[in-house]
């Protein structure tokens, strides 16, 4: 994934300032083919930064707070690679604990989870079936969108190919804030 920021020079020009790979990419040893990159993430009294200077490197939860944001964008495997006899559970668990910090620490073991977010999902590649409280599933396409309001719920690719979202995390204001 290649992120652009913009920003502005010294006379006030509108400039971008880096272009690259978000700095917390990360390809996940214990579960192959998932990969995390928290792309942009913004605090309750954030302003734009004029230099587009990067504050993914200083979030200490993948979790906003009310009033702050993050965007991360996932790969999911199909679900048929946690079923193979290499996938190693706890390992995986420790290096989500590692990576995502304040996310990983709302996941079940079924991969169920609850965050104080208003959350935007963009299936931007693949397909995807979100599952709720009910067990009941719904069929998710590239260019579907699902508006999560801090609902439990549960991420399942159960094609034969990885699957590629987009999600933009509000903090709000449920009763569960972090």
């Known amino acids: 994934m290649r992120r652009v920021v913009t920003g502005h020079d010294s006379t006030g020009r509108a400039v971008v300032v880096e272009d690259g790979t978000p700095p917390r990419t ?12 928290l792309v942009w993430a913004t605090e309750p009294d954030a302003r734009a930064a004029r230099d587009g200077e990067d504050p993914t490197g200083k979030v200490e939860s993948y979790l906003p ?12 495997p199909p679900d048929a690679t946690m079923g193979s006899p290499e996938f190693d559970g706890a390992a995986y ?7 995502s910090p304040g996310l990983a620490e709302t996941f079940e ?3 169920m989870h609850t965050t104080p977010t208003v959350d935007y999902t963009i299936v931007l590649d693949g397909e995807v079936w979100l599952e709720l409280d009910d ?19 549960g991420w399942r690719n159960r094609s034969d190919r990885p699957v590629t979202l987009a999600a933009v995390l509000l903090g709000a204001h449920t009763g569960q804030e972090v």
């Open 26 to 37: 990360h390809d996940f040893a214990s579960f192959p083919g998932f990969r995390s990159s």
């Open 65 to 76: 707070r009310p009033g702050g944001s993050r965007l991360i964008v996932l790969t999911l």
């Open 93 to 99: 668990g420790a290096e989500q604990l590692a990576q």
């Open 109 to 111: 073991a079924t991969g």
């Open 135 to 153: 067990g009941e599933l719904t069929h998710l396409r590239a260019g579907d969108v699902v508006v999560q309001n801090a609902t439990r719920h």
